[in-house]
Each structure stands twice: as structure tokens, then as C-alpha cells.
């Protein structure tokens, strides 16, 4: 494996590509349901181990000249700036601010536990079981708090976290539902991979679109579990109580719980549009196509066989050149107006210092 200007250049192109493209797919919601929630779960799988090796091998490698681009490029990272290249430059400051986000960041996971502490005694404590029946090994801790906001998934301790006023609603079940969905599927962890993610590559601006589909798309795959079994109007009312939740939260904007730590798997206005229309609209038992599942798993492997490299024509020969042993065998002449010249197998050839070796070892000649 080598890292190389190409390689993260090429996998840049191709990370930004499908970025595009999924948020193509979003913003077009007839090709949302065209293209699954599984399909774009691998995409969104493929594009971070994408940005996660960064990286060409040589022996599968076609190698394609592109001076017109590479040139300026490489040109650009290798110039220096009081005698260091870029790229170090770059690279420093890369690792640098990389390192003090992830350090924020565990830090406030760290915050993030010790609030659950406190909350502990500020809850009602109760079971998923206490409201409907459920298997032993998902009977998963419900706190009920005196909060205006959503529910939500307390990192990764596998407690659902509910605002008191909304546990009369009907839908309670299949919201408690879609919050364990969160936790089956391991979305707390999903979420901190994502995270760490963006704040390797703080610098490259469409990784922070991708986080937000990312977001929106484990909200989606939580929905399609908690309701997977419902009717029309099911699914309706629902819909209904995503949009109460909304609603309160709006209202009481002020008594809203703040998630600073950044780790509770929360909902949000943002998702809530695309959500509606994906639960009312959606064959949840449909699968992607699987030659369209292949294709886009492909693509980015594909990509790493491809290396652009920069090319730069040959120097003129000005000559005359000659061996380092017929130099060793020279002298030099240091004439009245300060020049030099090296003589050797009776050629004479002008030189501008004799400080360096080979030239620091001849003898000298001074008119």
C-alpha cells in the first residue's frame, strides 16, 4: 500500500462523487424509493471505507498521465514556504487539529456519562416491558424525564430516554419501537465511527453532508422497523405522532433537553419531511436490485486501480556531464576574478562553488 498525492487525490473524487449522488437521491424523493434503505446503507458504508484507505497498490495499479491536472497539483504541495515544502505544512496541521478534535470529542463522551449519572436521579425508571410485551433480552431500561423534547438513545447504555408528555400518546409503543431499533442495530456506535470520520477529514467539506445523511438514513432504517408490521392508517397515525413531537418541541423550545456531548442518537426537524414520506409511500419488505447493490460496492474498488500521476518533460542536456571518477582525477583553477573552473580529461567546465564534495576533495590551483 502507498499513500501518495494521487491516492487521496483520487479518493477524494471519488468519495465527493458519491456523496453527490446519495444527496441526489435525497432531495429526489421518487428515487429514494427507487433506491432502498439498504442500498444506500451499503453506499454510505462503502464511501467511509473509501475515506478510510486513502491508499494505491502498486500491483494492481494502472497508472494514467495527466499533467494538465496532477502538474499544478503536485507543483502546488511542493513548493516551500521558508524551506519547507507544503505538504508537510499540510500534513502537520492535518494530524494536529485531527488529534484535538477526537480529543474533544472523547472528552465530551466523557461529560456526556456523567450526566447520565446525574440524571439517573432525576428519572422515573421503568422497563420497555411496563409498556408493552417484549423479548427478556430487549427489555431495555426506559427514563422517563420532565423534558420538552425527543426521545432519544443514551449513547451507548442502552437506556431509551422519554419527555414525560409524551408517553400518553397512542403511538408510544412504536416510538419506544423505533428507539430500540437504534439500539439493536448498534446505531451509537455507527454514529461515533461517523463522527470520528468527519473529524479526521475536518478539512474536506462533503463528509460533513455525508454525517447529516447518515443521520437522516438510521433515523429512516429505525422508522421501517418500528412500523414494519402496520397498516395504511398505522403508519398514518404515526406520521401524526412525529409531527406532535415536532410540534411540542417547537413550543417549548425553552424547556428543550441539550445534548452537548454530541452522542445521543436524537430527532430533529431536519429528517422529519423525508421520513413522513418514506414511512407513507414505502414497500418496507422491497429490496434494492442487486446488480445496483454490486455496482456501487464495486465502483469505489474499482477507482483504487486508477492512479493519475503527474509527468514533467525531461530536462535539456546542457552538458557536457561525466563520471564522478573522471572528477575525482580533476583539479580546479581559481582564477583573479573569483571564478572556477574543473579541469579533467582535458575538458574545462565552469563550477560555482567548491564547498560541496566532490569538489571540496580536488586540489586547487590559484593564479
Known amino acids: ?33 427507487f433506491f432502498r434503505v439498504d442500498f444506500l446503507i451499503i453506499l454510505m458504508a462503502v464511501i467511509f471505507i473509501r475515506l478510510l484507505l486513502p491508499f494505491e497498490y502498486p500491483s494492481f495499479t494502472i497508472t494514467i498521465e495527466l499533467h494538465q491536472l496532477m502538474n499544478p497539483i503536485n507543483d502546488f504541495f511542493l513548493h516551500e514556504y521558508f524551506s519547507i ?22 472528552y465530551d463522551i466523557y461529560k456526556e456519562n456523567k450526566r447520565i449519572q446525574q440524571l439517573e436521579l432525576l428519572c422515573i425508571h421503568k422497563n420497555v416491558s411496563d409498556f408493552f410485551d417484549v423479548k427478556k433480552n430487549e427489555d431495555y431500561k426506559v427514563w422517563i424525564m420532565d423534558y420538552t423534547g425527543s426521545p432519544m438513545v443514551i449513547g451507548s447504555k442502552k437506556i431509551i430516554f422519554l419527555p414525560e408528555n409524551i408517553i400518553e400518546m397512542d403511538q408510544i409503543e412504536d416510538i419506544i419501537r423505533h428507539e430500540m431499533s437504534h439500539i439493536n442495530s448498534k446505531d451509537f456506535y455507527m454514529n461515533v465511527f461517523v463522527q470520528l470520520i468527519t473529524k479526521i477529514y475536518w478539512w474536506f467539506l462533503p463528509v460533513y453532508l455525508l454525517k447529516k445523511q447518515m443521520k437522516l438514513l438510521l433515523e429512516v432504517r429505525a422508522d421501517t422497523k418500528a412500523v414494519k408490521e402496520k397498516n395504511g392508517k398505522e403508519l ?48 418496507f419488505n422491497k429490496k434494492s436490485n442487486i446488480v445496483l447493490i454490486l455496482s456501487i460496492v464495486l465502483l469505489p474498488f474499482l477507482s483504487n486501480c486508477i492512479i493519475f500521476e503527474a509527468s514533467y518533460e525531461a530536462p535539456e542536456e546542457d552538458g557536457p556531464y561525466v563520471e564522478i571518477s573522471d572528477i575525482e582525477n580533476g583539479y580546479i583553477v581559481h582564477h583573479k576574478d573569483g571564478t572556477y573552473t574543473l579541469h579533467m580529461n582535458d575538458m574545462e567546465v565552469s563550477i560555482s562553488s567548491i564547498s560541496e564534495p566532490p569538489f571540496s576533495e580536488l586540489p586547487v590551483i590559484v593564479e
Request: proline share 1%; glycine share 2%; net charge positive.
Open 236 to 283: 398514518y397515525q404515526y406520521s401524526l405522532a412525529l409531527i406532535q413531537i415536532e410540534k411540542l418541541i417547537k413550543e417549548n423550545e425553552e424547556l428543550k433537553f441539550e445534548n452537548k456531548g454530541n452522542t445521543l442518537i436524537l430527532e430533529n426537524k431536519e429528517t422529519l419531511k423525508y421520513r413522513i414520506h418514506y414511512l407513507i409511500n414505502s414497500k
Open 85 to 106: 515544502p507544503f505538504y508537510k505544512i499540510f500534513i502537520f496541521v492535518w494530524i494536529t487539529v485531527a488529534i484535538l478534535l477526537i480529543g474533544k470529542y472523547i
Open 1 to 33: 500500500m502507498i499513500l501518495s498525492f494521487s491516492s487521496i487525490f483520487i479518493t477524494l473524487v471519488v468519495s465527493t462523487l458519491l456523496i453527490l449522488f446519495s444527496e441526489y437521491i435525497f432531495i429526489h424523493k421518487q428515487k429514494f424509493y
